[in-house]
Structures are given as C-alpha cells and as structure tokens.
C-alpha cells in the first residue's frame, strides 16, 4: 500500500477503472429501461394487394421498427428503388438491416391462417423472415410485431376470414345472416378506417402501447441468411471481439519493457551508442506486432481445429485484418508506455483504456444491443473498426476489396498511435 501510496498516478487510476467501467456497463444496460433500439427491417411487399399494403403500413408504424421499403438515399440523391428479394437478402447480408420481410403473391388473398392452411380454405402464402443470425433477437421481435398487425391494425381482415371460414364450416349461410354479418362489417370497416385516420392525425402526441394477444395469427418462415452454413456461428463472430481485447493487453506489456530499461539505466546506455530514439521505438513496435499476430494466429488456428473457425478458407482477408489490427494495438501499447513513468502506473491505466474501449468497441457486449449514442461512440476505438473487419471477413465472407474502410482506419490510428508515442518519449533523450 506504501508503493502505491507513494505513486499517485496509479492511485489515482486505481479508484477510476472501477467508476469508469461500471459507467460504461451502465450507460448500455441502464439505458435500456425506456425500450430497445428499434430493429432495422427491409420489406418487400410481391403481392400489392390492400391487405398486404396494410400489413406494410402498419409494420412501418410500429415503434420498435424501423422499416423501409427501400433503401435510404443519399442526403440530396435521388430516390433510390424499392426492395426485392434478392436486394433484401443482399441488405441482410451486407449489415445494412438486421431482418427483411417479404410479403410473397398470394397473400393477399389468404393473409391468416395457422399451420399450413389458412382460414379461407386454401394454402396461406407464408411471409419470409430473412434474419442475420448474429443479431438472435431481431427476428423474433419482427415476428411478434407481425402477428400484433392483424389484432391491432387489420381487424376487419382478420374478422372477414373468419366469417368466410364459418361460411365453409357451417355448410353456408343464410340470406340474413349474410346481410347481418355484411352490416357489421361495414360497421368494423369504418371503424378501423376511423382510427387509421385519428393515428395519422395525432401520431406525433403518441399513445398507449398495445401488445399481440395470440401468436401464429400470421404464417412466417424465419430463415437465417448469413451463419446459416457455419457449422459454429457465433465462435466466429465473437472470436475476434475477444482476440482483439487481449491483444491490447498484450501489446501494452510488450511496450511496457521500455519502462524498465529507462528504471535499470539500460535505456541510458542504448542512447548513448548510435541509436536513436525512433528507430529503438520502431523496433520495439516491430517486436510487439511480430508478438501480437504470433498470438492471434495461435488463438485462430485453435479455434479453426477446435471449433471449426474457417481460417484456411478466408486466410488472405484474416492475414490483411491481422497485420493492420496487431499494429494499431502495438502502437497503442508504445503510446501508454510512453505515457507512463512507472509499471504501476502503466498497469492501472492499461487496465482502464483496454476495458474502455473493449467494452465501447463490441468486444465485450455486442454493438448492436447498444444504445445508438453509444454505437456512435464506438467508432472512435480501433476495437469497433477491427471487428467490424474480421466479421466482414469470417462472418459475412465478404471480399478482400471490402476491407478498405477498416484497414485504412487501423493503419491510420497506427501512424497516430506511433508519432505520439514518439513525441512522449522526448523527455528520456533529454534525460
């Protein structure tokens, strides 16, 4: 307690990583007592017909969606064109949206409808959920949503298949019962084309949240359409969450050795031979992203022979990740060390920017459950940016040309990482 005492810097650090970290944890999870963040959807409506257009609408409406029947256009571009099946899956593919929904022909005519048949008699045509398995909770919200429409939002379809049902079942009606049962239709139709219209006209004041009181109203087939090949999905999505926070840790020890060179006299000595300052710290560098990749090819290649991770299968896009990611974290590494005048204080603060910006960056808790302020700041840590790359790479198998935005941005917070470094590490030349 005397070391530490006497190092005020450490102590300092030590009383801040736990407020820090919990400050964190509780801006993603605390936050989340007004509602989760709404669900980016993609809807394709092939049938066009007035129920399906309906159905549409009322998805469009919901709260917890955010649904577009085509993609969002530039700010000053022109429109862009509606969703297909085929673009809708390349959405889901791409990021883009978390589910799509598409609304086959057909179901216009029998839109109800539980297990393969509908109310009418005939085949319901199923709805399609297109889902991005890494996100497990954005199809099943989707699919609430959509068997809340018809109870909420559609009842006079679903009260008009029912009668059609009990016309089929009961061997037909009579001429009475038609007209009595065509009168409270009419009356039910009015009525739910009253409350679309008193919706529109005060949406902005909000209102009382109604919940889905049945399920399987609405016939839908939930299909993954990224993961659903893998034979281990999520041990390749998170597998680079977690071998990126342990390379921070592991490049900041690294880097650390130069505080123990300048404490021992050794640094001194260095100095005084013909080796400069920038070309020790480019070495050193060069040690620890040699290091660092080293052990994320071992964590890797574990997991490719133990969890069935595609590395061999995706060996260029990993070896372009590794190399941008293993230099940003090491000059990372140097600049603490840089910072830094003693191993606790080192310690301490790794501690605090590694965890930080583990738990920000998605290593930790998956960006996507984050509040949308804090998917902002996010981007700020190399961590997001990294495995935003790895998951194009093992997760979506995107294309080595895809990584462009990513590596650029690690190789960049490399350069920066190193310069400052650099300029900290004036103060052992002057010593």
């Avoid at 590494?333 to 501690?351: D, E, F, I, N, P």
Wanted: contains cysteine; charged residues 20%.
């Amino acid at each position: 307690f005397m070391n530490l005492r006497r190092d005020r810097g450490a102590l300092t650090l030590s009383f801040i990583v736990p407020i820090a970290f919990f400050s964190i944890f509780a801006g993603i999870f605390g936050s989340r007592g007004g509602g989760m963040n709404p669900v980016q959807v993609a809807i394709v409506d092939e049938d066009q017909s007035a129920v399906s257009r309906r159905l549409v609408e009322a998805l469009q409406n919901e709260g917890g969606l955010r649904a577009e029947t085509a993609p969002s256009a530039a700010k000053g571009g022109a429109a862009t064109a509606p969703y297909d099946s085929r673009s809708a899956e390349a959405a889901v593919r791409a990021g883009d949206v978390s589910v799509a929904v598409v609304i086959p022909r057909g179901f216009g005519a029998a839109p109800t409808g539980f297990g393969s048949g509908g109310f009418s008699g005939q085949a319901g045509a199923k709805l399609r959920i297109l889902n991005d398995s890494s996100d497990p909770v954005g199809a099943q919200v989707v699919y609430g949503l959509i068997q809340k429409a018809p109870i909420q939002s559609m009842p006079d379809v679903m009260a008009s298949e029912e009668m059609r049902m009990l016309d089929r079942l009961s061997g037909g009606l009579t001429s009475g019962q038609r007209a009595r049962i065509d009168s409270s239709m009419s009356g039910l139709r009015a009525y739910v084309e009253a409350r679309r219209n008193a919706r529109d006209g005060g949406a902005a004041k909000g209102g009382a949240k109604t919940e889905p009181i049945s399920r399987g109203i609405i016939s839908a087939d939930i299909r993954d359409v990224v993961g659903e090949s893998k034979k281990n999905p999520l041990v390749a999505f998170y597998a680079a969450g977690i071998g990126v926070m342990f390379l921070l840790f592991s490049a900041s020890a690294a880097g650390g050795a130069i505080l123990d060179e300048s404490d021992s006299g050794t640094l001194d000595r260095i100095l005084a031979s013909r080796v400069t300052m920038t070309s020790l710290l480019l070495g050193k560098w060069a040690y620890a992203a040699l290091l660092g990749f080293t052990q994320l090819a071992v964590m890797f290649l574990w997991g490719a022979f133990a969890f069935q991770v595609e590395l061999f299968k995706h060996l260029d896009g990993f070896l372009i990740m590794a190399t941008a990611t293993v230099l940003a974290s090491s000059g990372l590494g140097l600049m603490l060390a840089a910072s830094c005048k003693t191993r606790a204080q080192l310690g301490a603060l790794t501690t605090l920017v590694v965890l930080v910006m583990s738990a920000l960056g998605g290593s930790m808790v998956p960006r996507f459950i984050m509040p949308e302020s804090l998917q902002k700041i996010g981007l700020v840590t190399f961590n997001a940016w990294a495995i935003d790359g790895f998951t194009k790479v093992f997760w979506r198998e995107e294309p080595v040309s895809h990584l462009g935005p990513q590596v650029f941005v690690l190789l960049g917070a490399a350069a920066l990482f190193f310069t400052i470094a650099r300029r900290l590490a004036r103060r052992w030349e002057v010593a």
